[in-house]
């Protein structure tokens, strides 16, 4: 069987979410083609174009949406016994709404007829852009080799462990049965009322799915290359509807015979189109994989047509960032002290961009590029797989403390020339935090039995994944140096020298043990540049030069994708501004969590 193509569907405003579900991904999953697809921001479209609601000839004359011919179903919204009676095939209005809502209750359980209420009621701008952006997904899953399926995820699904193996050991038993299927939900909700069967054609296959009924919910769902075929071609984007109805249409039964009608649902629906489930009672549905509920971009969304009907209850959140109380009022930062990076690597431009920003305000965010094939960004690559691994050492709690206790450092010396302090190097544990600590040119080894260094790792996976953030964390710091002065990339050591550290910090976040909210104090580094992933938890706060403030930088920023880089003590004798920065914690009463963040320092002694 081939490895599935990953496909997570965002917008470029929800950094936070997309960076959350890499993380759960590299996790849980040994899934490394990761492909990244922004939808289309129906909400800000509208907006920008300024378009007045409940009008869809000018929604749909949006340059965005004309230049890809996309036509809205505009009989999806049923509001009265008119529309009701459209939908039935009744002839008279009399009496037709009850009869449109019997549909619903014939077919579905009874814990899901307010659906019609609802979602049937009305068609937002988040509707269109989530649709749009599904059809996206479906035209790359259709262009990859044939027999190779692609999982489908949204930036709101939280993959828990045991996703991995339960979806690729059902694609090994599909694929060994060479059974015919098009589509399997993942994480999903069942509305229909008829129980569901065991799939078990052919009869050779050995897996656990279910033949899927009237199932809503795409969060998280696998197609194989003909399934996304058939999608793909459908003509799903000149009828289009809430994406969560056409799925079910093409193998259940819809309550709206309207619905069954469209060309897109009539044109799947003669290919055949076989879905399958896991079933409610599978472990994958009751938690492998889950939606975060961050906040819907169609619930709530700017409304095309129809009304909001009958309210489900419950307010939407918005995306939380964790905000700390102590730093100045500032809820952007400064556009001088921000560098998109576009591509794999750090451009000369960049660089110098950098460099202007460090000059200015003593620290710069590199911004690195969320779409695509992200993992194709070494930098982001291994940030991901850093964040996830020091993440997971940090959590284990095994009975003896073993684990931990093992990778106690023993001081000392290390190097070529035994010139490199070891001191506190490995495990450590203080009141508000525990960390561990590495020299580079020191590098632990990775067996515990091993005499030859002073400290060891505490796996090989955290080591490599390690090494590798520190070796692009330091070619980003060259290249930024060498722009503010060659004469000082000069005075570095050769590796197997290297003064440079790498920490990864755990804070405990616990308010108890801190008199004033401060994890770290307000200090200055010793080397040249220090470099850090923002992590999801916001502490790190820097002191801009350019006007005194200090700024919650970690809190504006977007976890993983923004790297803050601020200039140290030896960089500041070559005129940069030295950046003082402190770590402080949420203020009392508020939920908090506890802090992982890992830290690079490129120095010169």
């Known amino acids: 069987m081939m490895a599935p193509l990953v496909i997570i569907l965002t917008l470029p405003r ?17 899934l490394t083609d990761i492909l990244v697809v922004h939808g289309f921001d129906g909400n800000l479209a509208a907006q920008q174009h300024n378009v007045p609601p409940l009008s869809i000839d000018a929604f749909e004359a949006m340059p965005s949406l004309r230049s890809q011919n996309v036509k809205v179903y505009r009989g999806w919204p049923v509001t009265d016994d008119i529309q009701a009676a459209r939908v039935v095939g009744s002839g008279s209005e009399k009496n037709a709404w009850l009869q449109y809502e019997s549909r619903f209750i014939k077919l579905w359980n009874a814990d899901r007829l307010r659906y019609a209420d609802f979602h049937c009621r009305r068609l937002t701008a988040g509707d269109v ?5 599904h059809a996206r997904a479906w035209d790359i899953a259709a262009a990859q080799p044939e027999g190779r399926p692609t999982i489908i995820l949204e930036d709101d699904v939280a993959l828990l462990p045991g996703f991995g193996d339960a979806v690729t050991s059902e694609l090994a038993a599909l694929a060994l049965a060479e059974a015919r299927w098009h589509l399997i939900h993942i994480h999903s909700s069942k509305y229909a009322r008829r129980r569901e069967r065991p799939f078990d054609t052919p009869e050779n296959y050995r897996g656990s799915l279910y033949v899927a ?22 003509g799903y984007l000149s009828h289009l509807f809430p994406v969560d109805d056409f799925i079910p249409a093409l193998y259940s039964e819809h309550p709206r015979l309207d619905v069954m009608d469209l060309p897109c649902v009539r044109r799947a629906r003669d290919a055949g189109f076989v879905a399958l489930t896991f079933g409610d009672d599978d472990a994958l549905q009751q938690g492998v994989a889950s939606n975060r509920m961050v906040g819907s971009d169609s619930n ?29 009022k500032i809820s952007k930062l400064p556009e001088t002290c921000i560098v998109n990076i576009h591509g794999a690597s750090l451009s000369p431009a960049c660089a110098a961009a950098a460099a202007e920003a460090l000059k200015r305000h003593s620290f710069v965010v590199l911004r690195l590029p969320s779409d695509g094939a992200v993992l194709a960004n070494p930098l982001l690559h291994s940030i991901v797989d850093t964040e996830a691994l020091w993440t997971q050492f940090f959590a284990s709690d095994d009975d003896d403390g073993s684990i931990k206790r093992s990778c106690i450092g023993r001081g000392g010396r290390a190097g070529e020339h035994n ?9 450590t ?17 990775e067996d515990a039995t091993s005499s030859s260094s002073p400290y060891v790792m505490p796996s090989r996976a955290v080591s490599e994944a390690s090494r590798v953030f520190a070796d692009c964390m330091r070619d980003v710091a060259i290249q930024i140096v060498s722009a503010i ?3 000082a990339v000069e005075q570095l050591p050769p590796l197997e020298s290297d003064a440079s550290v790498l920490d990864a910090f755990h804070y405990f976040n616990d308010s108890s043990k801190s008199a004033n909210l401060t994890n770290m104090s307000a200090h200055t580094d010793p080397g040249l540049l220090t470099m850090t992933s923002t992590s999801f938890v916001a502490g790190l706060e820097v002191q801009d030069a350019s006007t005194g403030a200090w700024i919650p930088v970690e809190a504006l920023c977007s976890p993983m994708f923004d790297v803050v880089v601020f200039a140290a003590d030896v960089l500041g004798s070559y005129g940069v501004p030295v950046c003082a920065h402190r770590v402080t914690m949420p ?19």
């Open 14 to 30: 929800n950094r936070r979410r997309l960076a959350t579900t890499l993380l759960h991904l590299r996790s849980h999953t040994p």
């Open 129 to 133: 852009g989530c649709g749009i952006a």
């Open 213 to 234: 009924e009237h199932r809503k919910l795409l969060d998280a769902y696998c197609v194989s290359q003909s399934g996304a075929r058939i999608l793909a071609s459908s």
């Open 300 to 328: 709530r969304a700017h409304l095309i047509a129809g009304d909001f009907g009958v309210e489900l209850g419950g307010e939407d959140c918005a995306d939380a960032v964790t905000r700390v109380g102590h730093a100045d």
């Open 419 to 427: 010139e490199l302090m070891c001191h506190g190097c490995g495990w």
């Open 429 to 445: 544990k203080q009141r508000l935090r525990e960390q561990y600590h590495i020299v580079c040119g020191a590098w632990p080894a």
């Open 485 to 487: 002065t060659p004469e």
């Open 587 to 605: 203020t009392p009463g508020k939920e908090s969590s506890e802090r992982v963040s890992v830290v690079y320092e490129l120095r010169v002694s």
